[in-house]
């Protein structure tokens, strides 16, 4: 299996939380010179790459105008991909925009909700109002998807678990077949970072056992750390990453990972434009290294990972270790997370690096 990424780097406003590259700009012919080497870098993709599945994220692939996405979607036409998924900001679609993705082949919506708390939006500083969020995500049904997630978050400052249990209510009341929700994290350089009203550890972790609690008896899978599906409905895209999968970013700041190679194209919109896509970051995975990362990321499964026999020589103590320590649960040749690590994911993962 591989994939194609292709990364929208403009949005409305830059989130309070948010670490990813993007630029605030309705600056239409900065979008049209984005677009054309967006293009040109498609155009420059291996002749045998046919990815399975396609993800347009960002950024906020649904911010440029309608008429540069009109122009730019049938590019990506013949890839004819299995699964075709756009990131959708319910303050930037409108029937025309969202039966415009229809029309270009998109099957799967991910809608960035975040929360339908008023304070919650305002402190992550989105630019729609949760019923915005709700119209978004009815109209998207009306245009013809069947196949949508809706993404939350939680553990956002002065967050109530009243209030997540009324977002779980929210969130669930629209029949999405998917949702993502994932614990706010204070990344460097973002305004959120500053706060110091975060909530205590305690309360995110009863948080996380109430979300696990509340979607599976919804009937959702709880497939990976953050991320629950309607049978059938996980989303390939990301289980590609989770799984040692191959794959191509295009736009700025978008990974690949191919044909043993990792690399990311530069993260500044104006040298992308300028020079094309050029790599910032390039190396070659090894099989041991190339191991290793896809054992740490098929962690995150609750399925766990299979591990080979070289991981096992060098990682069996360390496997029984965290088994002792009630971290990790080991089933023959496979590991996975306990339930008591899901939460603290990350310190598991820091062992086995
Ligand atoms: S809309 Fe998405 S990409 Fe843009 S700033 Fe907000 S979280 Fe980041």
Redesign the pocket.
Known sequence: MSGLYIHIP??????S??????V?SNDWKKQERFFQTLEKELSGLPPDFAPETVFI????PT?PGFQALEKFLPSLGKFRPMEFSV?V?P?TVDEAKLALLKRSGVNRLSV?V?SFDFQCLET????HSAEQAEAAFRLARRVGFENMSVDLMFGVPGQTMQMLESDLDRALALGPEHIAIYNLMYEAGTPMEARLDRLDEDLEREMYDRIRARLNAAGFVHYEISNFAKPGFECRHNLLYWTGGEYIGCGPAAHSHWNGVRWANVSDLDDYCANGPRREFEETLGPEAKERETRVMGLRLLAGVKVSSSGWKHLGECFQALEKQGLLVIEGRRVRLSEEALFVSDSVFAELV
């Open positions: 403009f949005c409305e406003r830059k989130c939380y948010c670490a990813f590259y993007s605030v994220g960002g950024g906020t911010a990131e900001n303050g960035g975040q992550l500083g989105r630019i």
